[in-house]
């Protein structure tokens, strides 16, 4: 559905993986702290790497509610906002990345990057 994005979670899988229910996941989605796009089978689906584990337990990407909010004000849709985070960038340049790897903005927000994505995401709505 969108280059970059290898998997999809449906909103039960986010609930069963965060430890709470389907209710949640969705007020998170409506809250805008996480994106599920609808796929062609109507199923709404999260982009798995959106959650990572910390100390056993999956959360969401702490840094990625914030980003989605900046992306939302630059006036990009949901679908937009997630092709944008998933799209590498070569210009981007992470502290400690591998030299030759072309990091995508998701990457650096997992990695608690979120200066330097953040800086281009606000950059967009001017």
Avoid: C, N, Y
């Avoid at 796929?39 to 990572?52: A, K, Q, S, W």
């Avoid at 004000?73 to 030759?100: C, I, Q």
């Avoid at 330097?116 to 995401?121: D, L």
């Amino acid at each position: 559905m969108i280059d970059g994005v290898e998997s999809w979670l449906t909103l039960p899988d986010v609930a069963e993986r965060l430890g709470t229910d389907v209710g949640q996941v969705r007020r998170l989605v409506q809250d805008g702290a996480l994106v599920a796009l609808r796929h062609p089978d109507g199923i709404r689906r999260v982009p798995e790497r959106f959650l990572v584990q910390a100390d056993g337990a999956w959360r969401t990407v702490p840094t990625l509610p914030g980003t989605l909010v900046l992306l939302a004000d630059a006036g990009f849709s949901d679908e937009e906002a997630v092709r944008w985070l998933f799209s590498p960038d070569p210009t981007l340049t992470p502290v400690g990345w591998p030299d030759g790897a072309v990091p995508a903005p998701i990457d650096l927000l997992a990695a608690g990057q979120k200066t330097e994505v953040r800086r281009r995401a606000q950059a967009l709505g001017f």
